[in-house]
């Protein structure tokens, strides 16, 4: 999203991606209204909705005391009151092919950075390694947005500060079976039972399940067998008996170990971190693809100009950090206080068979003034981001 929005100011731009492709599997596909509308900004939110996609409004939790709405985003002033499940593949794909249109981009695919080039304190660019060879770019400025094992950021020497949060996930799909299917009116269902907690997105081919399970029983779990797996997700929810038949090895499951972290230092001389590098989200909210395209909006707001100029001063990069890390950290202290009080609670209950709500936020989710606001917070971002031309 950086490259693009800087190739359009007219910046020469290179973005250097490690894989030959983008596919990687269950890699955050909840493109928030927040990122809907930045779309919208660049002329590509109708193509986006051209992508194979499916919306979440207002999923169902299946509760002790019956469904429960968490929260509903049909009721937010937005042009876009939903969130769209779509491929990440396939929006980067519709980003980069929109960036190739200007001049100044180039895309280098299998192109994995090694090294940082550093003079006189400054990072000047890159050393890469492609097909067995090492190149060099040099650069004005210099941006990790790898992620969070971010490369980038263990050669800066940059520290994130881990606050581990009490879960991990496994993602799966699970089949849609005609006449069996389980009724998820908002595009999305959940449901609790003995110490775990199972999620499940409508993806037009299939389910999207997420388990939640506490954090470091992964390993317990697999010595059970994929058996275990498919019994504890019936106990949850037992209209998914034929459903779990199609899961039948481990290879079908994919581990995320949550993570919630932030640097704090985003930048030094000649460098920027966004993203990912610079904060892990926790998954409560599916906002990390979403923070790290407004963190891109803002750096690229920002360091157009001095970019065209030649010139980018260190008070420059403060700057992108400054205006981005308190969003950051108030949503990540919104996370913390869901996993700790709502999720961490259900993990722990292992006798219980059925998600059941603290009365305070059931209470909270009938107030019309206040009910909106985590919703708004999470799928609008705290402070509109817009882009500047
Ligand atoms: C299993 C899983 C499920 C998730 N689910 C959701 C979700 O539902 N919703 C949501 O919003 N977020 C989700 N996330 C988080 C989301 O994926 C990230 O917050 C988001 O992708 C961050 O974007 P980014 O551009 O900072 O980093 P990334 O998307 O991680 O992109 C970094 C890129 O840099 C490349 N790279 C890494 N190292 C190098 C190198 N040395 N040289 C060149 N290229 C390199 C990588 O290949 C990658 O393409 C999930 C994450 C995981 C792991």
């Known amino acids: 999203m950086l ?31 927040s990122t809907l509308e930045i779309l919208d900004q660049i002329g590509l939110a109708s193509r986006v909705h051209e992508l194979r996609h499916s919306k979440v409004s207002a999923p169902t939790l299946l509760t002790t005391r019956g469904a429960f709405t968490p929260f509903d985003l049909s009721r937010l002033k937005t042009k876009y009151p939903y969130i769209l499940m779509v491929h990440q593949k396939d929006l980067l794909a519709l980003l980069t092919e929109e960036a190739k249109k200007y001049e100044g981009f180039q895309l280098l695919m299998g192109a994995s950075v090694t090294d940082l080039i550093r003079e006189e304190g400054v990072v000047r660019g890159v050393q890469y390694q492609t097909g067995g060879a090492t190149n060099e770019l040099r650069a004005l400025l210099t941006v990790g947005a790898d992620g969070r094992f971010s490369r980038v950021r263990h050669l800066a020497g940059i520290q ?62 697999r010595a059970e067998g994929i058996s275990g797996l498919r019994r504890r997700i019936v106990e949850i929810e037992p209209r998914l008996a034929r459903h779990v038949e199609s ?42 693809i979403n923070y790290a395209v407004q963190d891109a909006v803002v750096a690229a707001n920002m360091l157009a100009k001095p970019l065209l100029a030649g010139r980018v001063t260190i008070e420059q990069l403060r700057a992108v950090q400054y205006k981005r890390q308190w969003p950051v950290r108030i949503i990540q202290a919104l996370q913390t206080q869901i996993q ?50």
């Open 3 to 33: 490259a693009l929005l800087l190739a359009r100011r007219g910046v020469r731009v290179t973005l250097l991606e490690m894989h030959h492709d983008f596919d990687r599997e269950f890699r955050g596909d909840t493109v928030h209204p």
């Open 340 to 389: 700790r009080r709502v999720i961490a609670n259900a993990l722990q209950a292992q006798e219980q068979r059925g998600l059941s709500i603290p009365w305070f936020v059931r209470a909270f989710t009938r107030i019309p003034l206040l009910r909106d606001l985590p919703p708004r917070i999470m799928a609008l971002g705290l402070v509109r981001v817009r882009v500047e031309d």
């Open 247 to 288: 899961l039948t090895d481990w290879q079908q499951v994919s581990f995320l170990s949550v993570e919630s972290s932030r640097c704090r230092r985003w930048f030094m001389p000649g460098l920027l971190l966004i993203g990912d590098a610079a904060h892990a989200m926790s998954p409560v909210g599916g906002v990390g």
């Open 160 to 221: 994130p500060v881990r606050t581990s949060p009490p879960m991990d996930v496994l993602w799966f799909r699970l089949p849609h079976i005609p006449g069996e299917d389980i009724d998820a009116p908002g595009g999305a269902f959940g449901g609790f039972a003995r110490g775990h907690i199972l999620g499940g997105f409508d993806r037009h081919d299939y389910w999207q399940a997420a388990f939640l399970i506490t954090k470091g029983s992964y390993p317990s779990l």
